[in-house]
Each structure stands twice: as C-alpha cells, then as structure tokens.
C-alpha cells in the first residue's frame, strides 16, 4: 500500500456564491442601472427655484404675459419628495423657511429677456453657499428646466410645423343664454387664475369666455392633460402598426434586456398607471422608497433616461400609482420608434397627432437633452384643447379620416378597476366628482384643474384652463358645466 503512487493535490477555489446566468444575452447591456432620488434640503431647494423659474418663463415666453404680471401670478411651492404607497403629504416642510425666505427678501430673481430665460437665487448663511436654479424657453420648446446647469445639452432649431386651416364654422353666439351666462359669471367670480372657459361641438364653438390675462390667441398650460395627448400618439401608433398592441410588452431603449423585470410591463400598464415605477429616495441620513410625480418639471436632467432608471417596485398591473415615470418611459417609446424609421423627432411627433388635427398652437415642453416630455407642461389655445376632445367624440375620426383605432375610445375611455377613476391617460366621472354631470364623463386632467371634459353621448366637449397654484371653485364649475349639458 504504501508504494502506490501519489496523486497530485489540485488546489481549490475558496468556497463562494455560484456564478449564474455567465452566457451573455446578445444586442443587451444589462438591466439599467437604478436612479436615486436625492432628497437632501439643499437639493428639495434647488428644485423649488428651478420649478418656479420654469413657470416665469413658461408666464412670459410661452403664453406672453408680461414680466409684472407673471410675477403677480406666480406661487412660491416647496418641493416635496416622493412618498411610497401611502398618501403624499399636502405640503411640504421646507414651505415655512421658503415663506420666511421670499418675505425677508433671500430669494432673488433676474431675468435675461433677450436669452429667454430665469436665474432664482436664494441666499442664507444658515444653509452654506447661494443656491441657483434656472430655466430656458427657447421658441418652440416651452419652458426647460435647466436646474444647476447654465446650458442646454443640445441645440434647439426650428420646428417645421403645419400651417394652421380653418376649423370652426361657427363662432360662440354673441348673446349666450342667460342662465348660462349667470352660471359662468358666478364660476369666474370664484376663479381668479382661471384662463377660460369654452364648450364646443364639432366645428362649432358654443361658448367661449375668458378671464384675466385670458384670451382665444394665449396659449395656456396644460400640465397633466399632455398625459392624454401622449396616450392618444400611442393610439395613433397602434394605428399605423408601429405597435401592434398596446398589451404588448414596452420595451423602452433602455429595457432590452429580457431578464430585466422591466420587460414584464406593458404600454397598457404605463397608459394605467399601474407598471410599478419608482425610486430609492435618500435623504442623506436614511432610504425610502418614493413614487415620483415631479421631479420632471424641477430636475434639469434627461425625463426619459430617469424615468426608465425607475425600479419595479411593485408587480406590474397590480398597483395603481400616479406618477410621471410612466408616461415618459411611453415618450421615449415614442421617440426611438420615429428615429428607427428615420424621421425627424420632434417634428414627427407634432405630425402623428397635434398638426393632424389642427392643434397649431400647442407645443410640448423639451427637457434638457431635447426630449419632448410626454407626462405634461404642454401648451394650447382653449380652442386648440377642444379639438383633441373632439377626436374623441367622433370616435378618432377627424375630417373623414381614421387616426385612432376601431376601439380605441371605449379602451381609453374605461377605468382600470374599481378604487380609481383614473383609465388610460383620463379620468372617468365614476365616483361622482362632479355630481350633476353624467357618470360617463371623462377627462383629461391636469394640475391645478385643467380639463377638457368629453361628453361623448352629447357630443359636447368644455375646456377650462387655470393659472397654476391657483385656486378654482369645482362646485361652481360643476354647476356650469350642468347648465351647458341643458342648455345645449
């Protein structure tokens, strides 16, 4: 035994975690790595000074008020950050040292009228060196959130756009009936803020009032009602076969890869609000997670990488969540399938839907990378608004031709499950916010109640745009809205 021949000792790796998944997946780079959101004080400052030069040169060079009167309009908001599944709170906590701040005179704002744009400063020795934040509204881009930065990170050239035709055969009559004239009075009584206030049926105007600052040239924000109009450019989409389904997996530019959770959510999860997007927020001390809806309009970065750098926090279709991820995951969709085709983005993006039906006065917001952002900052003429309205009580049908998909207004039209009203991109009258009007009335929404209301059975669209912050009276606008419904 002991002259059997000695084997060689073969060294072993140190034990450790098995590697998997080695075979790489070809045409990917992997998952996308996830974004944090910063929730410092200093960072929630420098967004509320950048979200608030956003709104003074969306004011003065987007809707053309002047300088004093934007600055009259203007509401100083604290940024608050994203919270997780449970409410958000109404208001932020920096909201007392913001109104200590603007009222001592720390917060100081200069304007470069020829650059289009908007410095606010705000300086105090109790939190370290002056913070920044600026915005830029090139013509054609609304107004860009440039933050920290002092620069766009692309090069804004013009827009070639369709020449605008004439719509409207008939204008709103001279003399309303009384009864809704007195309803519209007392509602603009309660409405200071309030842009205007139009109904509409196909190609003609049947009423039409304007408040302060308000008149039918002045384009006017919509905010959250761009969630419709980029729902509606993925109806068109699925129109012309560009998507075959809005149940078809959305795989954004960044989610190629299949082994990443983000393959599991569809266009209509993100058209629903329900695909699960959000963020680790860290404060600096601690990490929640957060479900954002701001940081969009107040962070000078690119919407539609950030958006798709959202974690899947929740399953898929499971969780109703309103945020603005969603929406910009759905633009950068939007984007990559005009640029495979070798189309000019933005141009084509007016052309698919806004320049096709006539709406020659809107115009998106760019962020800083020359993305279109999808979830809102939007802007039209009320005039303008009623038209997309209007494509939808004619089914998708404009002017004879077929735009949305046999099918397509009941799909946008219906609300996801009980517990919200919210469907694809619109809110639905289910729950009974507005009591006197139809339980079948939709809407696109924004912040700070704009609307375009679609009454499909009447074949009636009303419009109301609204300064933002500003606050509105829904009861009175209810009431108005009613006697339009009986009246007309």
């Keep these: 035994m002991n002259d059997a021949p000695k084997l060689p000792?073969?060294?072993?790796?140190?034990?450790?975690?098995?590697?998997?998944?080695?075979?790489?997946?070809?045409?990917?780079?992997?998952?996308?790595?996830?974004?944090?959101?910063?929730?410092?004080?200093?960072?929630?400052?420098?967004?509320?000074?950048?979200?608030?030069?956003?709104?003074?040169?969306?004011?003065?060079?987007?809707?053309?008020?002047?300088?004093?009167?934007?600055?009259?309009?203007?509401?100083?908001?604290?940024?608050?950050?994203?919270?997780?599944?449970?409410?958000?709170?109404?208001?932020?906590?920096?909201?007392?040292?913001?109104?200590?701040?603007?009222?001592?005179?720390r917060i100081a704002i200069a304007h470069d009228i020829a650059a289009r744009s908007v410095a606010i400063t705000w300086s105090d020795p109790a939190f370290g060196p002056a913070i920044t934040g600026r915005a830029i509204a090139p013509p054609g881009y609304g107004g860009i959130v440039l933050g920290a930065a002092e620069s766009l990170g692309f090069t804004p050239t013009a827009i070639p756009r369709a020449l605008a035709t004439e719509y409207w055969q008939e204008e709103a009559p001279e003399h309303a009936p009384p009864v809704l004239r007195h309803a519209a009075e007392t509602f603009h009584g309660g409405a200071k803020g309030v842009y205007g206030l139009l109904v509409a049926a196909p190609r003609r105007i049947l009423f039409e009032r304007y408040g302060d600052e308000g008149h039918l040239d002045r384009a006017t924000p919509s905010w959250s009602m761009t969630k419709s109009i980029t729902a509606t450019i993925i109806g068109r989409m699925v129109q012309l076969g560009w998507i075959r389904s809005v149940h078809d997996a959305a795989l954004a530019p960044l989610w190629q890869d299949p082994r990443d959770t983000h393959a599991a959510i569809t266009f209509d999860h993100l058209l629903r609000m329900r695909a699960g997007l959000a963020m680790p927020v860290f404060d600096g001390a601690s990490t929640t997670l957060g479900f954002e809806n701001s940081a969009v309009y107040q962070d000078g970065t690119d919407a539609f990488e950030a958006a798709q750098r959202n974690i899947v926090a929740t399953q898929p279709g499971a969780v109703f969540r309103y945020v603005n991820a969603g929406p910009n995951v759905l633009g950068s969709v939007i984007r990559a399938e005009i640029e495979r085709r070798g189309l000019p983005y933005p141009a084509t993006l007016y052309e698919l839907l806004v320049d096709r039906i006539g709406m020659s006065s809107y115009q998106h917001s760019a962020d800083i990378a020359g993305n279109m952002i999808a979830s809102g900052s939007g802007f039209a003429t009320l005039r303008d608004y009623a038209k997309l309205g209007l494509l939808y009580v004619q089914d998708g049908v404009w002017e004879g031709e077929r735009l949305l998909p046999e099918g397509w207004v009941d799909y946008a039209f219906a609300p996801s499950h009980g517990g919200t009203t919210y469907a694809a991109s619109f809110r639905a009258n289910t729950d009974g916010l507005f009591p006197d009007l139809p339980a079948d009335t939709v809407w696109a929404s924004g912040a700070s109640d704009q609307r375009i209301f679609i009454f499909r059975r009447h074949g009636l669209v009303a419009v109301v745009t609204n300064e933002t912050d500003h606050a509105m009276d829904l009861g009175r606008l209810n009431t108005f809205l009613a006697t339009a419904l009986a009246v007309f």
């Design 9 to 105: 000792v073969r060294p072993m790796p140190a034990p450790g975690e098995a590697i998997f998944d080695r075979a790489p997946v070809l045409g990917t780079r992997g998952p996308c790595p996830p974004l944090v959101y910063d929730a410092s004080p200093r960072t929630l400052r420098l967004r509320t000074l950048s979200f608030a030069a956003k709104r003074l040169v969306d004011m003065i060079h987007v809707s053309g008020l002047s300088q004093e009167e934007a600055h009259r309009r203007l509401r100083w908001r604290a940024t608050v950050a994203p919270g997780g599944l449970d409410p958000r709170p109404a208001a932020s906590p920096l909201q007392p040292e913001l109104d200590a701040a603007v009222a001592a005179g």
